[in-house]
Nanobody, 126 residues
Framework: QVQLVESGGGSVQAGGSLRISCAVS????????MGWFRQASGKEREGVAS???????NYADSVKGRFTISKDSAKNTAYLQMNSLKPEDSAMYYC????????????????????WGQGTQVTVSS
């Protein structure tokens, strides 16, 4: 059974940084695609970033140049480093894994991801 546990969220002032983590069990991230997503209050969930099994990454335009997705295969954990945070980055952040039989790795296609974690809240104050 695949389980994902996000952690590391919190409150930060605009311009600050946070690193959130996604610990995975029952699934080997070294050979699969991982994604980060977020959902602000009253809004739909949106893709933030993804990292394929061999390293290529993909980012939403709104976070390019500020966020970095990475993974530690030895720890089976994915990370999202968030710099230059803005109030509009405030949301619940979720990680997920690419569904079986899907080959294209991009957080733009939310429906291709599954096994969602419970989320970690990020709040950025102005």
């Amino acid at each position: 059974q695949v389980q994902l546990v996000e952690s590391g969220g919190g409150s930060v002032q605009a311009g600050g940084s946070l690193r959130i983590s996604c610990a995975v069990s029952g699934y080997t991230i070294a050979t699969h695609c991982m994604g980060w997503f977020r959902q602000a209050s009253g809004k739909e969930r949106e893709g933030v970033a993804s990292i394929d099994y061999d390293g290529p990454t993909n980012y939403a335009d709104s976070v390019k140049g500020r966020f970095t997705i990475s993974k530690d295969s030895a720890k089976n954990t994915a990370y999202l480093q968030m710099n230059s945070l803005k109030p509009e980055d405030s949301a619940m952040y979720y990680c997920a894994v690419l569904r079986a039989h899907v080959t294209y790795c991009s957080s733009s296609f939310i429906a291709t991801f599954g096994s969602w974690g419970q989320g970690t809240q990020v709040t950025v104050s102005s």
